[in-house]
């Protein structure tokens, strides 16, 4: 192999529908780009909306949206666990195509997993409905706070939530020990070249340098773990500059002060990383208890920090996901939240504000101008997998090199090339900002003379053939 | 909104779809509309469910019957309506597994919360109508997708009566 190519061939549109469209509205119409990450667009939305009216929301509003935001992670990393990463584990990289699903994975490990996956996943929205109103696409984030307060009955039942939240993170890590740490075979895939890339990491930190998904600064580092900036997301484009290809409408970000030298790894290439990952390796901790010890065992097992193998984001997610099972807990305690006062209402002129959260896949960015009126000028939104986009090319490019030989691309050779995209559990309908639906993946094999000699196109599942008319 | 959340289930009419894409945005509107009816029967519970993608469990999650009011390319003339039902069935192995989270669809949900033994309706019917443009950002419906509005929520009246009438 001497290329692998990751193209995206959607179409752009986004920012120029919310073009003339009143502000207050982005929260809304962000959210409503995919159904995965809402929470993540609604609440990078909502704090773009406090900068551009210069409003700062009362401590109980910003405790409700970091609860809420605790709970979307909680919800959102134990499915990505048990759907995406686990068939790849559990079954095995090379297990026949039609046991490598949710579904083999339910027949190995039996409903009762299944079913306690499920009921985890839902209480955590049941959270998220009690702070923001409604399970999906919730609304409820204004400039300056919150639409609504929280009752101290509804408190104490995320408490109770949260309690069973940090239970099933413990078990989850667990099952990770048991299944993937104590495999050799895996350790050594996880450790392996395939599945190494040599990047810059970026996430937000707070004023510790500890993990926060909500707010704070960003944080880079570079190849060798040094802090190489740190700034607020309002001087995002001092650091980041976006570059062009013209074979996708993807555009590739990269760190400005290092420079864009093509889609290549290590520190003269300004290529980075934003991922649970990198989340870790931005840090320099934890602030809940059990998941720093988790933190702690991850970088001593691993042996290295920062750590560069692309399938250890899985181990991070788990590791976030117990942190954020725990935050949610601390949060649901401190009586504060159940506070009436959520809002502060905003009295400037709107102009420009920025919003930065870390979505579950990465860091999110926000930027909107406004005239006097409030009537939306320009919008750029960076997305956790734009920010991803030349290191996922990266990986695959390694992973292609080192795992294909000749022309052999056999089921699992592919699978484990996908393997190495998976781990970033990319989300083209928000990087393009187009619509969202069924990814199809095609993968071109071309000569030394670019000429196609196979094309594979992954199956998909067949929409009607569970329809029968009536 | 807690109503959405905490209603005693019953049956639940559920409006899927993006309201920024055209065509997409017909389940909800087909929801407010039948929301500004006053005659639908109490113990019907209607939902702006949008993109759920997995989060389509919770929702159904305890109901006895759903109607997912939805687009569907079939190749039909724009605007025109389709009565599908979706039964549980054996879960089939499907080659292949996901590249993202993004990729879960709303069969393969079902089929996971039926194997995970969820209480969620065995049989869901389907109101679809062809569109003519989802892919286009706009929040309006095409012309012949917004003739067909009346037609389902006809056929959704229709659907209640049954499913009343043999209660």
Known sequence: VENAYFQVPELRGFEKFCEGRPV???????????????????????????????????????????????????????????????????????????????????????????SSVLKHRSDALDAIAMVGGRRIHPTWGVPGGVSKPITEEQRARIEKIAESEIEFAKLTLKLFDDIVLSNPEYVHLIESDAYT????????????????????????????????????????????????????????????????????????????????LSRLNVADGMTTTLAQSEYERFFRTLGRKPVHSTLSTHWARLIELLHAAERMRELSQDPEVASRVVRTIPSATPDEGVGVVEAARGTLIHHYKTDDNGFVKKVNLIVATTNNHAAISISIKRAAQELIRKDEVSDTVLNKVEMAFRAYDPCYACATHTLPGQMRLEVNIYDGKRKLVRSIRRPQIAQNEHFAAV | MPTEQYSTKGIAIIGLGNPLLTDEGLGLQVIRKLKDDTDVPDSVTMIEAGTPGLSILSILEG?????????????????????????????????????????????????????????????????????????????????????????????????????????
Not at chain 1, 53 to 75: D, G, H, I, N, T
């Open chain 2, 63 to 167: 109901y006895s019957r759903a109607i997912v009011v939805d687009i569907a390319q079939l190749g039909g003339k724009p605007g025109t309506v389709y009565v599908l039902s979706i039964e549980k069935q054996e879960p089939k192995k499907h080659p292949l597994n996901i590249g993202s989270m993004h990729e879960v669809d709303f069969i393969s949900a079902l089929e996971l919360g039926w194997s995970a033994g969820l209480t969620i309706p065995t049989q869901i019917t389907v109101i679809a109508v062809e569109p003519k443009d989802y892919r286009s950002f706009g929040l309006e419906l095409t012309s012949e997708v917004s003739e067909a509005v009346p037609l389902v929520v006809k056929e959704i009246r229709r659907q209640l009566a049954t499913v009343l009438n043999t209660k």
């Open chain 1, 24 to 114: 207050e509205e982005m929260p809304d119409i962000t959210s409503r780009i995919c159904g995965v990450c809402p929470e993540a667009h609604s609440m990078a939305s909502t704090k773009a909306l406090d900068a551009v009216f210069s409003v700062e929301p009362p401590p109980a509003a910003k405790k409700l949206r970091e609860l809420f935001y605790s709970a979307y992670f909680v919800a959102d990393h134990i499915t990505n666990f048990y759907i995406l990463a686990a068939p790849d584990f559990v079954m095995g990289p090379s297990a026949p195509k039609g046991d490598r699903n949710i579904i083999g994975v339910i027949g190995k490990l039996g409903h009762e997993i299944a």
């Open chain 1, 197 to 276: 890339t040599e990047t810059y990491h970026m996430g937000l930190v707070d004023e510790q340098n500890k993990v926060n998904f909500y707010d704070g600064k960003i944080r880079v580092v570079d190849p060798d773990g040094n802090e190489f900036a740190k700034f607020s997301g309002a001087d995002y484009k001092e650091h980041i500059a976006e570059h062009v290809e013209p074979w996708t409408y993807l555009k590739y970000p990269y760190l400005k002060n290092v420079g864009w030298k093509g889609l290549v790894s290590g520190k003269n290439s300004g290529v980075y990383r934003a991922t649970p």
